[in-house]
């Protein structure tokens, strides 16, 4: 029997067999690893995340993404024992990469495996994040003198900087070096002002060298921040009643401004007046100071009667005293009463003393501000609430220099007067049931008042005097133009964002220098980009806030059960499960899971609920002791807001790169239509 020789047509055959076979596992691995990404993003409607990565890697099992991002997922969800594992495997199977070595010393002491992290690490190399955490692993074993020099290394590298300033802090805390932990706690909030973890021990610092002022002034800081926390109340209640004397003298001579501060005169006017805008200054209130800078109509419940420029009138609830020493008219305001101040001359303007600015942000202060225009007072069963009455014009003068710095190029001061004048339009009379059109804040607008104005704003508005943006060519509804202060480059519909339905006016899409984004950036990715400083319109030189870009803070474990608590008592939180991402990576979904619960937060609420977060593009880590219980959450963001419409920071970047704000709004409100308003639409 003869063998017939293998012909070349065989060999062809089998080669294109072989050949579709390894690419139809190729393309099969692909889509596998598409689909286990896919649910990172919506965990909450297709199942776990983690489950998927781990039924990718039963079949594909020397994936190393893969792993990298199974790894990712387990630092989120304070799973450390099961990331250290994964680890060691991948250090194991490329034995050369110096990077999986670091980040297994880095994982054993995030999950408190203090002894094996001492154990290997003579083998680990120096880069940013070792630095630090060797720094840290002897923090947390109470090694605070030789914890110092590791922090101080630390602090070579930008992204160490806010956490290693106030490490450093803690263990001159520790050591009772008051001084020096002062000063690193002042540094960590200098590089990040969100870094609210530093505020309590720089009280207690300030209290330790006898300086109870500033302490009380950060304690306070402190509080307003977390309200909920025992702790600082006990602290400010202790100082507060130990200097009680002190602080009503201080209250008393500080007075005397009211006396002194007198209204500035009016001397600049929009080219059009616009509409009347009623702006609700502040709600709850149970005490007002105002001064008029002109003569002036006051009606209360009806009745007309005159006052003198200068006056100090003071308008209270029942329950508030009135210091007559100081004041020339006194107003008791009721449920349901109301009092409103007038001028004849265009020129006046009202000063209004104590304001609160940014209740509940970690920018909170107490201000006086002086205003255009008229001011109601009403009573509610729940304190007094005040409302400046502005043309609308006017008011930009005042919301534009408020929400973008003046210095930045003109053209996006332009852009950002056309997005501020139709979102203002757009939400007229959102808020009447309670007595005003828009907030005073950033829940609305940026607004404070006369001293915020600026000849450049006020160009940029006088420039585009009337012109709004419309969703469609016949100028039937106006688009509502929301703007944020940075996107971290990229933006997302509102639809996603709030979890809206219906259709939007708003795309998500990159900034216009970084890459298009068609499909999801697996888990691993994300996080390195979130915490990458990619040049962007965003991140332009000179035209952002280096944190607005990206920023990292620690959120202790207390705080964060106590701030997610405030809805629904869960206990101690055990881990954060994000249900459900935007392509971006904003998390629009995210369960925290507790002792004794769960909740789930959605939209906007998840950046406040979790720490004061300036955005919801984030990527989590979490610090746990040897029983996997959370000590600290840390929490990497890119952007700052909500990361809708327009991007203040790109607007500038785009501007300084040659772009008008006809190439701006166009870009970041590609389904708006630019046009003089009409008059017509909402």
């Known amino acids: 029997m003869s063998v017939k020789p293998f012909s070349l047509i065989h060999f062809t055959f089998l080669f294109c067999v072989t050949l579709f076979s390894k690419n139809l ?4 691995a692909q889509q596998a690893y598409k689909d286990a990404t896919r649910h990172y993003y919506m965990a909450g409607k297709i199942g776990p995340a983690d489950t998927a990565f781990l039924d990718f890697l039963a079949s594909y099992h020397d994936a190393a993404s893969a792993r990298m991002d199974l790894i990712q997922i387990y630092q989120e969800e304070a799973k450390l024992k099961q990331a250290l594992q994964f680890m060691k495997t ?17 994982l054993a002491v ?45 602090l070579q590298f930008k992204n160490n900087k806010p956490q290693a300033y106030h490490f450093l802090g803690m263990c001159y805390l520790q050591q009772k070096f008051y001084n020096l932990a002062i000063e690193n706690f002042v540094l960590a909030l200098k590089e990040e002002p969100s870094f609210m973890l530093s505020l309590e021990p720089l009280g207690k610092c300030y209290l330790a060298v006898g ?7 950060t304690l306070r800081r402190a509080q307003s921040n977390l309200p909920e926390k025992k702790s600082v109340r006990k602290a400010v209640k202790d100082i507060t009643s130990k200097h009680e004397k002190e602080l ?16 500035p005169v009016l001397t600049t006017f929009p080219k059009i007046p616009g509409r009347l805008v009623r702006i609700g200054l502040s709600e709850r209130m149970s005490s007002i100071y105002l001064k008029p800078g002109a003569n002036y109509r006051i009606s209360f419940n009806g009745e007309i009667s005159h006052g003198q420029k200068g006056d100090i009138i003071h308008i209270h609830s029942p329950s508030e005293k009135s210091e007559s020493p100081i004041t020339n008219k006194s107003y008791v305001l009721k449920n349901k009463d109301s009092l409103s101040i007038s001028y004849s001359s265009n020129n006046a303007s009202t000063i209004v003393f104590d304001l609160v600015d940014g209740q509940g942000y970690f920018f909170v202060r107490t201000t006086d501000r002086a205003y255009r225009g008229s001011m109601e007072i009403m009573g509610f069963s729940k304190g007094m ?40 339009l757009v939400n007229m009379g959102r ?16 607004y404070t008042g006369i001293g915020g104005e600026n000849p450049r704003t006020t160009q940029a508005v006088d420039d585009t005097a009337g012109l709004v943006l419309y969703t469609n060519a016949n100028k039937k509804d106006l688009l509502t133009t929301y703007y944020s202060a940075n996107t971290g480059g990229f933006t997302d519909p509102d639809t996603v964002v709030w ?23 697996p888990p691993a990715e994300l996080a390195a980009w979130i915490k990458s400083q990619p040049k962007t319109y965003s991140s332009w030189p000179n035209m952002h806030f280096a944190p607005a870009f990206r920023s990292v803070v620690w959120i202790s474990a207390e705080e964060m059960a106590l701030r997610v608590g405030r809805s629904k008592k869960i206990g101690n939180i055990r881990q954060f499960q994000v249900l459900e991402r935007s392509i971006s990576g904003r998390v629009t979904q995210v369960k925290a899971i507790g002792d004794s619960g769960a909740v789930v937060i959605s939209g906007d609420t998840i950046r406040n609920r979790l720490g004061g977060l300036r955005s919801n593009l984030y990527s989590m880590q979490t610090i746990t002791n040897a029983q996997g219980k959370p000590i600290y959450f840390i929490i990497y963001t890119a952007g700052w807001g909500h990361g809708i419409g327009m991007d203040q920071s790109g607007a500038a970047g785009m501007a300084s790169d040659g772009h008008t704000f006809r190439n701006i709004l166009s870009h970041y409100y590609p389904r708006g239509y630019l046009s003089a308003y009409s008059g017509s639409g909402r």
């Open 431 to 446: 808020f009447s049931h309670r007595g005003f059109d828009l907030y005073g804040s950033i829940t609305s607008h940026a």
């Open 90 to 106: 991948l250090s194991e199977t490329y034995p050369d990469i110096n990077d999986y070595k670091n980040m297994v010393f880095v």
């Open 110 to 154: 995030q999950g408190g495996d203090y002894s094996f992290a001492k154990k290997i690490e003579p083998m680990i190399g120096d880069d940013g994040q070792t630095i630090f955490y060797k720094g840290f692993l002897r923090y947390q074993m109470r090694q605070y003198n030789d914890a110092v020099p590791y922090f101080q290394r630390a």
């Open 211 to 217: 300086n109870w002022r500033k302490a009380l002034s």
């Open 248 to 263: 009503e003298q201080e209250a008393l001579s500080r007075q005397d401004r009211k006396t002194t501060f007198n209204a």
């Open 499 to 521: 979890n809206k339905e219906g259709p939007s006016d708003h795309v998500g899409r990159p900034d216009k220098l970084e890459k298009a984004r068609h499909l999801y950036l």
């Open 385 to 424: 609430t005040l409302v400046n009455i502005v043309p609308m014009e006017s008011y930009l003068y005042s919301v534009v220099p408020s929400e973008i710095p003046p210095y930045w190029p003109m053209e996006a001061l332009k852009a950002q007067a056309v997005a501020a004048r139709t979102y203002t």
């Open 25 to 28: 596992h190729a393309q099969t």
